[in-house]
């Protein structure tokens, strides 16, 4: 099982729709992050998280320790958010080291 | 404008061939990093280096090098010993190892 597990792999949807991907992860973290992946490769840094919730813009990220999950939610949904969304969590004690899901597919149509 | 540069966008390497892929920054941060990435897996780290002149190793180490003259500068030079190196190959930066990190645009390496 892998450390770090995202739901759903592929995801379509239709502009305007509001969208949800999920993270759980195995391990104690400090911090997780949440990565957009564009069809020509180049990564972004969307969120870096520990507790709570933070926005930005149409974007917001949840992460629940307890539970040892974290979502990330996408309104009003448009085609330019069509990218590969990643997960990814910083071990308890291994600061220099991310563990990365396999990454979610969205693609959102007209 | 500040950000990471990876040359080439594409290389291609014959059999026995070493090739050394490039990153710059101009962030001025401290910390550099190398990932590979393979289709349906996850990043995995190859080195990174907190500060000029020092370098760790990631998980999959073997078969790459890495050198850290400069702290603008982390090139990654994939070996012979490397015997599966086609991949697409991340560089990214950040002020310190746990804050935020910025990539670069990746190279992909494809094998004649």
């Known amino acids: 099982k892998n450390e770090v597990e995202q739901s759903p792999q592929n995801l379509t949807a239709q502009e305007g729709e509001f969208i949800t991907i999920n993270c759980s992860y195995s391990?104690?973290?400090?911090?997780l992050h949440w990565l957009q992946q564009h069809p020509g490769g180049g990564i972004v840094s969307l969120f870096m998280?520990?507790?709570g919730k933070k926005k930005h813009g149409r974007l917001i990220a949840t992460i629940n320790i307890q539970e040892k999950h974290s979502s990330l939610h996408i309104t009003a949904s448009h085609p330019r958010d069509s990218a590969v969304y990643i997960c990814?969590?910083?071990?308890?004690?291994?600061?220099?080291?991310?563990?990365f899901g396999t990454g979610t597919r969205l693609q959102v149509t007209l | 404008d500040g950000g990471i540069t990876q040359s080439p966008k594409y290389l291609f390497r014959k059999e026995g061939q070493n090739v050394t892929l490039s990153c710059e920054q101009n962030l001025n941060h401290d910390a550099m990093y190398w990932y590979r990435q393979d289709p349906g897996q996850g990043l995995r780290l190859i080195y990174y280096s907190q500060i000029v002149n020092d370098f760790q190793k990631g998980d999959i180490a073997e078969g790459y090098s890495v050198s850290r003259e400069k702290k603008e500068s982390f090139p990654l030079t994939v070996t012979s010993a490397q015997k599966n190196p086609t991949a697409f190959y991340l560089c990214?930066?950040?002020?310190?190892?746990?804050?935020?990190?910025?990539f670069g645009p990746g190279t992909r390496l494809l094998v004649l």
């Open positions: 990214a930066s950040s002020t310190q190892v746990a804050e935020t990190q910025y």
């Open positions: 391990v104690g973290i400090s911090a």
């Open positions: 990814a969590v910083r071990n308890t004690g291994t600061a220099s080291k991310l563990t």
């Open positions: 998280l520990s507790s």
